[in-house]
């Protein structure tokens, strides 16, 4: 059984006392029962070595570990590889029979446009799997998002779930701490598609190139018969282009799929995408340039699979929008808009493009984030005054920072441009009503930040919170 099991991985056998059968593979000592298999993962602020102990109470009969355990167990097995979390992914292949083979993997990375770009695909072929930052949806079943790319045990299950559906594709939005973790080490592509990079997550890969580089491993794993799209408006994207010369590129021009904005308004726009000679003139609710490049990447990914007869127009008019991007709601005219821009180019496109939509004022709440890439914190602030006509500043998960200490630096960049119009909320449930009672019949609210997020995150703890629940109480509507 073990052989059978810890095929094609190195591993030490520690100890052999158990020769029953087991039910199932979790990371989590909670979620173990009797029969189970306990792998011990390291994280980067939590070691599951220090859960051994809690896992064989709950009935784990195989413990798999990178580090040596000093405690006896009795009637367990014990195994020691050299990295928990790189074979994780193939342990777990092993284990539910393989059903990532069984489908076919399109995979989406970049820093910002990944969710709304592979949650088209989605849509767009009609036998697919959606993991992402917004969550999982397998047919008719849905779960909510722990991170953007799951563990990969967590991606096998889904996989092996997706197939027992009887479906085909599985579209995966892949970050760059899921590559760096070894969450999609065991899967191969047959497509993968790449939107675009700008500053985010420096706290953690410390330079743009070291940022890119984790990135572009995820075209190393798309197998040669498979596809790459790559976003040619972005510098990193024709880097991307280099390597691969076989790349579909996408742009507003001298690309295999180009586009151009006919007319736009708040809830919808019209576009022109030619590819080869061939038009299409499409009407989607996802609007601005940035949406533009999202739907040529979907299109450019579903037709090199040679899927055809894609009802695109029909498509594109019924998705009012993905959860927390662009997320309308209404009421006395004014037009509350929940969006999770928190990088400083996504602010500044989704700002830039409201402003060209608004018929009276924008006011805007942004807000910084803790233990995070904290440079941006005053351009935040800065692209804030550029478009906005009002600016309350708020909280987003501080962490274990000073809420207010993290406004003030946002508000930095407010005053660095001369901007006064402004004030600092840092309970956001309290900065949400007070924008809210601002605007007028006509104005329009943009609520950055949080987006499809269900918690705040506050010294340790995952205090709930859902935007679009607090608005929808602000503003008397019925949830």
């Given at each position: 059984?073990?052989k059978?099991?810890?095929?094609?991985?190195?591993?030490?056998?520690?100890?052999?006392?158990?020769?029953?059968a087991?039910?199932?593979?979790?990371?989590?000592?909670?979620?173990i029962?009797?029969?189970?298999?306990?792998?011990?993962?390291?994280?980067?602020?939590?070691?599951?070595?220090?859960?051994?102990?809690?896992?064989?109470?709950?009935?784990?009969?195989?413990?798999?570990?990178?580090?040596?355990i000093?405690?006896?167990?009795?009637n367990?097995?014990?195994?020691k590889?050299?990295?928990?979390?790189?074979?994780?992914?193939k342990?777990?292949?092993?284990?539910?029979?393989?059903?990532?083979k069984?489908?076919?993997?399109?995979?989406?990375?970049?820093?910002?446009?990944?969710?709304?770009?592979?949650y088209?695909?989605?849509?767009?072929?009609?036998?697919?799997?959606?993991?992402?930052?917004?969550g999982?949806?397998?047919?008719?079943?849905?779960?909510?998002?722990?991170?953007?790319?799951?563990?990969?045990?967590?991606?096998?299950?889904?996989?092996?779930?997706?197939?027992?559906?009887?479906?085909?594709?599985?579209?995966?939005?892949?970050?760059?701490?899921?590559?760096?973790?070894?969450?999609?080490?065991?899967?191969?592509?047959?497509?993968?598609i790449?939107?675009?990079?700008?500053?985010?997550?420096?706290?953690?890969?410390?330079?743009?190139?070291?940022y890119?580089?984790?990135?572009?491993?995820?075209?190393?794993?798309?197998?040669?018969?498979?596809?790459?799209?790559?976003?040619?408006?972005?510098?990193?994207?024709?880097?991307?282009?280099?390597?691969?010369?076989?790349?579909?590129?996408?742009?507003?021009?001298?690309?295999?799929?180009?586009?151009?904005?006919?007319?736009?308004?708040?809830?919808?726009?019209?576009?022109?995408?030619?590819?080869?000679?061939?038009?299409y003139?499409?009407?989607?609710?996802?609007?601005?340039?940035?949406?533009?490049?999202?739907?040529m990447?979907g299109?450019?990914?579903?037709?090199?699979?040679?899927?055809?007869?894609?009802?695109?127009?029909?498509?594109?008019?019924?998705?009012?929008?993905?959860?927390?991007?662009?997320?309308?709601?209404?009421?006395?005219?004014?037009?509350i808009?929940?969006?999770?821009?928190?990088?400083?180019?996504?602010?500044?496109?989704?700002?830039?493009?409201?402003?060209?939509?608004?018929?009276?004022?924008?006011?805007?709440?942004?807000?910084?984030?803790?233990?995070?890439?904290?440079?941006?914190?005053?351009?935040?602030?800065?692209?804030?005054?550029?478009?906005?006509?009002?600016?309350i500043?708020?909280?987003n998960?501080?962490?274990?920072?000073?809420?207010?200490?993290?406004?003030?630096?946002?508000?930095?960049?407010?005053?660095?441009?001369?901007y006064?119009?402004?004030?600092?909320?840092?309970?956001?449930?309290?900065?949400?009503?007070?924008?809210?009672?601002?605007?007028?019949?006509?104005?329009?609210?943009?609520l950055?930040?949080k987006?499809?997020?269900?918690?705040?995150?506050?010294?340790?703890?995952?205090?709930?919170?859902y935007?679009?629940?607090?608005?929808?109480?602000s503003?008397?509507?019925?949830?």
């Amino acid at each position: 059984m073990l052989k059978e099991l810890f095929q094609d991985i190195e591993y030490q056998l520690i100890q052999k006392e158990y020769n029953g059968a087991y039910n199932k593979i979790e990371y989590n000592s909670l979620s173990i029962e009797v029969g189970d298999i306990f792998v011990a993962l390291v994280g980067n602020k939590v070691d599951g070595h220090k859960y051994i102990k809690n896992a064989v109470e709950n009935g784990a009969k195989l413990i798999v570990v990178s580090k040596d355990i000093e405690e006896i167990y009795e009637n367990i097995n014990i195994i020691k590889v050299e990295n928990t979390r790189k074979m994780l992914g193939k342990l777990a292949s092993n284990f539910y029979e393989q059903p990532e083979k069984k489908l076919k993997f399109i995979g989406v990375t970049g820093t910002n446009g990944k969710t709304t770009t592979a949650y088209l695909i989605h849509k767009f072929i009609k036998n697919s799997a959606f993991i992402g930052s917004i969550g999982v949806e397998i047919s008719d079943e849905r779960f909510l998002p722990t991170n953007t790319t799951p563990e990969s045990l967590d991606i096998i299950k889904y996989a092996k779930l997706a197939v027992e559906k009887g479906l085909e594709y599985m579209v995966l939005e892949v970050s760059s701490q899921g590559i760096d973790n070894w969450r999609i080490e065991n899967l191969e592509f047959i497509g993968g598609i790449f939107t675009n990079l700008t500053k985010e997550h420096l706290d953690y890969h410390k330079t743009m190139e070291e940022y890119f580089v984790v990135k572009e491993r995820l075209f190393k794993q798309v197998i040669p018969t498979g596809f790459i799209i790559t976003n040619t408006e972005d510098e990193y994207g024709k880097r991307i282009k280099e390597k691969y010369p076989k790349a579909i590129t996408y742009a507003f021009t001298n690309a295999d799929y180009n586009g151009k904005i006919l007319d736009m308004g708040i809830e919808k726009m019209n576009v022109l995408i030619n590819v080869k000679n061939v038009v299409y003139n499409l009407e989607t609710s996802l609007i601005g340039e940035y949406n533009l490049l999202n739907i040529m990447a979907g299109m450019a990914m579903v037709e090199a699979l040679g899927l055809r007869d894609i009802p695109y127009n029909e498509l594109l008019k019924d998705l009012n929008c993905v959860e927390g991007r662009m997320q309308i709601v209404e009421k006395n005219g004014i037009k509350i808009i929940i969006d999770y821009a928190h990088t400083e180019d996504a602010l500044e496109k989704v700002l830039k493009t409201l402003s060209l939509c608004k018929k009276r004022k924008l006011y805007t709440l942004v807000s910084g984030t803790g233990e995070r890439y904290k440079e941006k914190r005053t351009v935040l602030g800065e692209i804030a005054g550029k478009y906005s006509d009002y600016v309350i500043i708020s909280s987003n998960s501080p962490r274990y920072e000073d809420p207010m200490e993290i406004a003030q630096e946002v508000a930095k960049g407010l005053e660095n441009k001369g901007y006064k119009h402004y004030e600092i909320y840092v309970d956001r449930v309290e900065a949400v009503k007070k924008i809210i009672s601002l605007a007028k019949e006509g104005d329009i609210i943009i609520l950055t930040g949080k987006g499809h997020e269900r918690y705040q995150e506050i010294k340790g703890y995952k205090t709930p919170y859902y935007e679009l629940e607090v608005v929808k109480n602000s503003l008397n509507i019925n949830i």
